[in-house]
């Protein structure tokens, strides 16, 4: 297999971002070679400059825009993207370029508490309110129903009558620590093995 060279999309700060980065540090497989946020403020911009892996701000008008997201993945030989705690809607241009090599992590056993709107905490306190009593995470691919691609990988953890969405929280990103790297490597394995 040739090294497939990967990118990150992300919103925020990017405790999933250094974890994969550092997972594939060395790795004969997979290397992190960008790393692509809608936020200028991301804390995993900062992280990703700390690893030493190339990192762009594209905003939303940008992002949606095929004359400089293509070129822009063309450049790094984007093979495969990883949406980590991303909060944009991948625009279809990028959907048929990356179809089927492009993956989401979402915070809750999908088809559950999916779809717009349903990001983050928003997730975690809805998970509360239905007085569910397991959480989880699902890996699943990136298609144009939001949060609706075919389900690759889901782990749950249970949830205990006096947690709080934070303490879900917690639990859930035990999870994504743990679980979130291997499972890609296991699809870019899966995907580019000759």
């Known amino acids: 297999m040739d090294m497939v060279n990967m ?14 980065i550092r997972y594939f540090e060395g790795s004969e497989k997979v290397r992190t070679v960008l790393v692509v946020s809608n ?74 508490y999916g779809g717009m709107g349903m990001y983050g905490h928003h997730v975690h306190e809805a998970v509360k309110a239905a007085g569910e009593k397991e959480t989880g995470m699902t890996v699943h691919w990136v298609s144009r129903d939001v949060d609706g691609g075919e389900i690759i990988a889901q782990f749950s953890t249970p949830i205990d009558p006096e947690d709080t969405p934070d ?22 394995t899966a995907l580019f093995q000759k």
């Open 39 to 112: 936020k200028a403020n991301a804390g995993a911009i900062a992280r990703a400059q700390r690893l030493g892996v190339p990192s762009v701000v594209v905003p939303k008008s940008r992002f949606n825009d095929k004359e400089v997201m293509l070129p822009l993945l063309k450049e790094y030989s984007v093979d495969f993207i990883v949406l980590a705690g991303f909060l944009l809607v991948v625009p279809d241009f990028l959907i048929e370029e990356y179809d089927h090599r492009m993956v989401n992590l979402h915070p809750a056993l999908l088809p559950k």
């Open 167 to 188: 303490d879900i929280a917690a639990k859930e990103h035990i999870l994504e620590m743990e679980h979130f790297p291997q499972v890609i490597e296991g699809i870019v």
């Open 7 to 20: 990118a990150i999309f992300v919103s925020g700060g990017g405790t999933n971002c250094e974890n994969i």
